[in-house]
């Protein structure tokens, strides 16, 4: 097993990336620190519990409660896999945590965007509760409005996709995400792609540079 990271801001659209490469892909695993959260918040679990409030205001869960739920999915995952990490690390100091679990990074992917089509694009952003499938109301419309092509469950607004909370997880991407690219940049791990091509094209620049 060894890991992707996709680097990118809230929007950038690396969760649709990671989704349509791991359904296309079978050695492609895509493993999302916020699907994670979401479920766990949905499950009620202690974790859940503890992140809800953070996650709601846009603020980053603690870094210990993140870490263990990634510690766990790296641990199961065996033989020839790569895992496309959507969501983590999302500082420094998880970075590191990453780095002590032991699994070789192969690269680091930062998906760019800039933030006027953030906006945009999550203003429209439409997400399927049941099986996490990604949608965007002009971009990527379902087949049938509000339900999902794929588990016909009806698709939900995210609580934190709101205008004011979106700004306010731009600003935490600014100040504790992208230090990250430097990081990765000095240990000659970075790529960079288009995140503004449309999900085809982006998706085939990511498959490319990682
Ligand atoms: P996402 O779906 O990646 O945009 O994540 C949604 C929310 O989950 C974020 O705004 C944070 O509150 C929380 N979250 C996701 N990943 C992390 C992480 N690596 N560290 C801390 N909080 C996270």
Do not use: W
């Not at 032991?102 to 800039?114: N, Q």
């Not at 205008?163 to 940049?185: A, F, N, S």
């Amino acid at each position: 097993m060894n890991i992707v990271i996709l680097l990118g801001a809230p929007g950038s659209g690396k969760g649709t990336i990671a989704g349509k490469l791991a359904a296309e892909h079978d050695n492609l695993k895509h493993v999302s620190s916020g699907d994670l959260l979401r479920g766990a918040v949905a499950k009620g679990t202690p974790a859940g519990v503890e992140a809800k409030g953070y996650m709601e205001k846009g603020n980053l869960v603690p870094d210990a409660l993140i870490a263990q739920m990634i510690k766990d999915v790296v641990a199961e995952t065996t033989g020839d896999i790569t895992m496309l990490l959507d969501g983590f690390p999302r500082n420094l100091a998880q970075a590191k945590i990453l780095e002590e679990m032991g699994a070789p990074i192969k690269s680091v992917v930062l998906v760019d965007v800039p933030d006027e089509v953030i906006h945009d694009r999550i203003a429209g952003r439409r997400t399927c509760p049941k099986c996490k499938a990604g949608y965007h109301v002009k971009a990527l419309p379902p087949k049938v409005e509000g339900i999902c092509d794929k588990c016909g469950a009806e698709l939900v607004i995210r609580k934190d996709d709101n205008p004011e909370t979106v700004k306010d997880r731009l600003v935490v991407y600014h100040r504790e995400t992208e230090p990250l690219i430097k990081y990765y940049e000095e240990k000659g791990l970075l790529r960079r792609i288009d995140g503004d091509q449309g999900p085809e094209k982006n998706a085939e620049a990511f498959l490319a540079a990682m």
